[in-house]
């Protein structure tokens, strides 16, 4: 069945979720990472900006936050504060094991 | 007359659209093949006509295969959807397991696969015959057994709700028992009817089930119709009903939490609180953060958010929303984050109940 192995092509990328760490400061400046290089500078500065919103306006509402764990059913992200700024972990969730081809 | 399905199948390459349309065609049920080549297309097709399965490359431009199913998971629930990749990576796997697509396949590459495939095709494409209730979210647990009962049905509904479970049995078209925990008949029946979500399951008819209902399923439902308009008057008038105060009082004596906010999604103002002095700061800060986060897994593909756990030296929070509610619920310090997880698991389900 070799011809069905054409199907086999060059294709567009997908976005692969990443695994790592990065920290970022009160300003929202991504400092250092461990994020590949591949992954999207853009995303990453939103994440950055999201989550200091969130602690920012927490603080607001008189909720003092030391730490964040967003859970997604592909992604987790947990980030703790760090005197204004914040040290973000991110890691993709692998629920489904790969399966044994015989 | 029997109707064909249809198929619509979405791949940027069109020798694969080709191959796979002629693999398709030897579905025994010669279901009706469209293609699409680009996740656009393929969203004005599922717009203009109706599908029963979309099988959908992964690897594509502009709009990847994980985008058009997120999108479609949402705006089609009843649609059937494949994921098909030659990309060997498990996390893609399990992200689009996370968007809710019924089958994953890597493209079959011998005839044996190429078999399977067909085979698996055919079930999902067969299976509402089977159970009936596919694509149910958007219909009450009412209109399900107005359904079942104005067919003259026999069978058994189960219904679950997180870990509550429930079982109505139906005879010709008359409900004649329903047992939910430790209740029976008319109580039990009433008590799945309060659920607010959950999913539903036919099993075979059980005919020699003893009858503990004797009203007609009209009086019963008109009953529960009635209750459920009140509810909603009230909810309309000041927020939520005197239901959902009362399940948010039950909610308040778990231990280890200190308040509880619901709120209804989008709308400030619509919300009820237990253990808060001034709710509305909360509120706010919860609805935007679980927004925030919502917008952030749409450009990310992260899939649903599932839940937020925010931990702090005086009090922990946790941000979680259920059907067409969102919770925030404060929990003491002492808690791990794993025990919140937990607890909140819990907070739903009595919510739900």
Not at chain 1, 56 to 76: H, K, P
Not at chain 2, 43 to 55: K, N, S, V, W
Not at chain 2, 130 to 137: A, C, D, I, M, S
Request: proline residues 4%; charged residues 25%; contains cysteine.
């Amino acid at each position: 069945m070799g011809l069905l192995n054409l199907f086999a092509k060059a294709a567009p990328s997908l976005l692969h979720l990443p695994a790592g760490s990065f920290t970022v400061d009160r300003d929202g400046t991504v400092l250092t990472g461990t994020l590949p290089s591949s992954f999207p500078k853009d995303l990453v500065n939103d994440l950055a900006q999201q989550v200091l919103a969130t602690f920012r306006e927490a603080a607001d509402a008189q909720l003092i936050l030391s730490e964040l764990i967003v859970n997604y059913s592909s992604l987790r992200i947990s980030a703790r504060e760090s005197r204004g700024g914040a040290m973000v972990f991110i890691s993709p969730k692998e629920r489904y094991s790969p399966s044994k081809q015989s | 007359m029997e109707t064909r399905h249809k198929i619509l199948l979405l791949d940027d390459d069109p020798e694969v659209l080709n191959m796979y349309q002629e693999i398709l065609e030897q579905l025994p049920s010669q279901p009706e093949i469209r293609t699409a080549s680009s996740g656009t297309r393929a969203m004005a097709m599922l717009e203009a006509e109706q599908f029963r399965l979309l099988i959908c490359d992964l690897k594509m431009p502009k709009m990847d295969g994980l985008q058009v199913l997120s999108i479609v998971r949402r705006k089609y629930p009843q649609l059937r959807t494949v994921a098909l990749t030659n990309v060997a990576d498990e996390q893609f796997r399990s992200r689009a397991y996370a968007l809710g697509v019924d089958q994953f396949w890597y493209k079959p590459a011998s005839d044996q696969e190429v078999r399977m495939f067909l085979e698996c095709l055919e079930a999902l494409l067969g299976r509402e015959a089977e159970t009936g209730f596919r694509g149910v979210q958007s219909k009450s647990l009412v209109d399900i057994i107005q359904l079942e009962c104005i067919s003259q049905s026999s069978s058994v509904l189960r219904i679950s709700n997180g870990q509550l479970a429930g079982k109505i049995w139906i005879q010709d078209g008359e409900l004649i028992d329903s047992e939910a925990g430790e209740l029976n008949g008319e109580p039990a029946f009433q008590k799945i009817l309060s659920w607010r979500t959950g999913n539903f399951e036919t099993l075979p008819a059980e005919p020699n089930r003893p009858r503990t209902i004797f009203k007609s399923y009209n009086a019963l439902l008109l009953e529960t119709a009635h209750a459920m308009d009140e509810s909603q008057e009230q909810a309309a008038a000041g927020g939520h009903s005197e239901a959902d105060v009362s399940s948010l009082a039950q909610l308040s004596q778990l231990d280890g939490v200190e308040f509880v906010l619901a709120m209804k999604p989008g709308e400030k103002g619509m919300q009820v609180a237990r253990g808060l002095e001034n709710p509305a700061h909360m509120a706010a800060w919860a609805r935007e953060s679980l927004a925030r986060f919502r917008a952030l897994a749409d450009r990310w593909h992260a899939g649903p958010l599932e839940q937020i756990e925010c931990l702090g030296p005086q009090r922990h929070v946790a941000l979680a929303s259920q059907a067409d509610t969102e919770f925030c619920v404060g929990w003491k310090y002492t808690l791990s984050a794993g025990q919140i997880r937990e607890m909140m698991k819990k907070v739903l389900v009595l919510w739900a109940s």
